[in-house]
């Protein structure tokens, strides 16, 4: 018996690896039978056009003669026809976009295999709830929480007195404040351990990437404390610690594909050709740190985002951050601008009344867009 996959994104990053994950599985029954990307449908096209039971989606059509069923308009993915018959979405879209579909493929049936964490961070608590009342069920993909979700198994909730999310510190995490002030963007896209997509580096060389994932974390699991620590290594990707005094954690080489292979397999895991057992000898000499919230304030302001704990301020978090993110690319600020411009918003916007649907949702994001775009205004450089 076939698993029917929809894979969202599925030229980023997320969506190439997941893909990638697919054709290791083959095996084991897994099919993709949805793809839908923003752009670059061609490549889809070309790779999987043969294929008559695979259905692209994207903005263009890519104009090529093929047996495989391709729409325009992705607005599809905001539809929950656009799912009918589909086991397992994987939501590898980046940003606010993402929000819809996830809901879309959760009112399908679906369940939600999700990357974007935006939809849990913007409008978590809306999506929880509506996923606890048709009885869905959302796996979460990004490491650390793939982490925490493993960590968690079959663990009573109220047995745990914090979690930790741990972080590589980014791009910039030896620099100092005067260094990382005169950083370019090209700069902060090295890596050093992950490769990951442009948006998503840039938010783990400002460590907004793992105040994003607190809110997520504390949404998704249900748990207050969450405490955030730097780990260099990225081999420990998150732990909880239960009122007992035990510790678990969870440990693998970084790469993606790991967390991927495990929610297709889910509650299988397979070993597949880029698996690579780790041993304890592995864990050796690593030091865990406080991440400095002088030198990276987004951390600070994503905090203080949690601390409203309303769906509200994640969301103006969230698009505060995707626009001066994409100021800083386009070189209209600086650096510490991206922190300043996000600080300012959420002072502005986040209190006032929760967004009750995806419209409310969407006119929140739409007014903290354009605060930010009038603040930057096209001028040169400035913050």
């Not at 990053?13 to 923003?38: N, R």
């Not at 047995?159 to 910039?172: D, E, N, Q």
Request: charged content about 25%.
């Amino acid at each position: 018996m076939s698993v029917k996959v929809a894979v969202l994104g599925a030229t980023g990053s997320i969506g190439k690896q997941s893909l990638a994950v697919l054709s290791a599985m083959k095996e084991y029954g897994l099919k993709p039978v949805l793809l839908a990307c923003k752009r670059n449908s061609s490549a889809l096209v070309k790779e999987y056009g043969s294929d008559p039971d695979i259905t692209v989606i994207s903005d263009k059509n890519s104009g090529i003669v093929s047996d495989c069923a391709e729409y325009t308009g992705t607005e599809l993915l905001d539809s929950p026809e656009t799912y009918k018959g589909i086991d397992l979405v994987i939501n590898g879209i980046g940003g606010l976009s993402g929000v819809a579909p996830s809901i879309a493929a959760l009112k399908a049936g679906c369940t939600l295999l999700t990357a974007n964490k935006e939809s849990v961070v913007a409008f978590g608590k809306h999506i929880l709830a509506l996923c606890s009342d048709i009885g869905g069920r959302i796996v979460p993909l990004d490491s650390e929480h793939s982490a925490i979700f493993q960590c968690l198994a079959g663990e009573d909730i109220r047995s745990v007195s914090k979690l930790i999310l741990t972080a590589s510190g980014g791009a910039l995490r030896d620099k100092s404040r005067r260094e990382i002030a005169a950083t370019s963007a090209k700069e902060c896209l090295k890596h050093p351990n992950w490769s990951m997509g442009v948006k998503v580096t840039i938010d783990s060389a400002t460590l907004m990437n793992k105040g994003l994932e607190l809110i997520e974390a504390k949404n998704l699991f249900g748990i207050a404390d969450v405490d955030i620590r730097i780990h260099r290594e990225s081999i420990v990707h998150g732990a909880a610690s239960f009122k007992d005094g035990s510790l678990k954690i969870y440990a693998s080489k970084p790469d993606m594909r790991i967390p991927i292979a495990y929610g297709l397999g889910l509650p299988k895991r397979y070993k597949l050709p880029f698996s690579e057992e780790i041993g304890l000898e592995a864990l050796n000499g690593f030091v865990f740190t406080e991440p400095d919230r002088e030198r990276f304030p987004c951390l600070k302001i994503a905090e203080a985002a949690a601390a409203y704990g309303t769906d509200r301020a994640g969301a103006v978090l969230c698009a505060a951050d995707e626009v001066a993110v994409d100021a800083y690319l386009s070189d209209k600020i600086g650096f510490y601008g991206i922190s300043e411009l996000v600080g300012r918003a959420l002072e502005r916007f986040a209190d006032g009344d929760e967004p009750e649907n995806i419209f409310e949702l969407n006119s929140i994001t739409e007014e903290v867009r354009e605060y930010i775009l009038e603040s930057v205004g096209g001028s040169s450089k400035c913050f």
